[in-house]
T-cell receptor, first 118, second 112 residues
Framework: GAVVSQHPSWVICKSGTSVKIECRSL??????MFWYRQFPKQSLMLMAT?????????EQGVEKDKFLINHASLTLSTLTVTSAHPEDSSFYIC??????????????FGQGTRLTVV | QKEVEQNSGPLSVPEGAIASLNCTYS??????FFWYRQYSGKSPELIMF????GDKEDGRFTAQLNKASQYVSLLIRDSQPSDSATYLC????????????FGSGTRLQVQP
């Protein structure tokens, strides 16, 4: 199956600093990538849809100025958590779908990034 | 009303038994259906996908789809303790430019 690589796998940062998370599709071009957040024992929550070459589409309630998404190439999307606070501590996961047709579109997930803000 | 519904569980089965996981969805236009397994602290991994009505078998796993009833299930035969995880049902529609819609997951516990 297709491979999506996410980096870093874990990060600890101080409150008020910014953290960048990278998501790469290693063996396919992903025009669309998705960013999720998952709190302990809860389900995946879609944060935003990242579109190559255009602005990301954010889900309701997600602050676009706090969670900056850049999708500069067909293989890389980045999520920057700006001015992080302890309540931003969570498991962040990216995914990519390989094609634009429904039958090409299993979502492949990155390994996830465990963010802890202290 | 949630778009994809799953029983949160936990579903507890003895080792060697068949585990049956169920999922219903609300969007009749849905075209693709997926089962993911997620271990605690890890990201989801794809187990199976199904597009057409009926059964699809892959090793110990069988996915079943009934579009008329808007129902998807996953059967795990000869359940093993290593199958203990949360199983996420996901539904896709129209194009790959939209995220899959995930259920909240069913936690499966296989008792040795």
């Amino acid at each position: 199956g297709a491979v999506v690589s996410q980096h870093p796998s874990w990060v600890i940062c101080k409150s008020g600093t910014s953290v960048k998370i990278e998501c790469r599709s290693l063996d396919f071009q992903a025009t669309t990538m998705f960013w999720y957040r998952q709190f302990p024992k809860q389900s995946l929550m879609l944060m935003a849809t990242s579109n190559e070459g255009s602005k990301a589409t954010y889900e309701q309630g997600v602050e676009k100025d706090k969670f900056l998404i850049n999708h500069a190439s067909l293989t890389l999307s980045t999520l920057t958590v700006t001015s992080a606070h302890p309540e931003d501590s969570s498991f962040y996961i990216c995914s990519a779908r390989q094609g634009s047709r429904p039958r090409d579109t299993e979502a492949f997930f990155g390994q996830g990034t465990r963010l802890t803000v202290v | 009303q949630k778009e994809v519904e799953q029983n949160s569980g936990p579903l507890s089965v003895p080792e060697g038994a068949i585990a049956s996981l169920n999922c219903t969805y609300s969007d009749r236009g849905s075209q693709s259906f997926f089962w993911y397994r997620q271990y605690s602290g890890k990201s989801p991994e794809l187990i199976m996908f199904i597009y057409s009505n009926g059964d699809k078998e892959d090793g110990r796993f069988t996915a079943q789809l009934n579009k008329a009833s808007q129902y998807v299930s996953l059967l795990i035969r000869d359940s093993q303790p290593s199958d203990s995880a949360t199983y996420l049902c996901a539904v896709g529609s129209d194009t790959g430019r939209r995220a899959l819609t995930f259920g909240s997951g069913t936690r499966l516990q296989v008792q040795p």
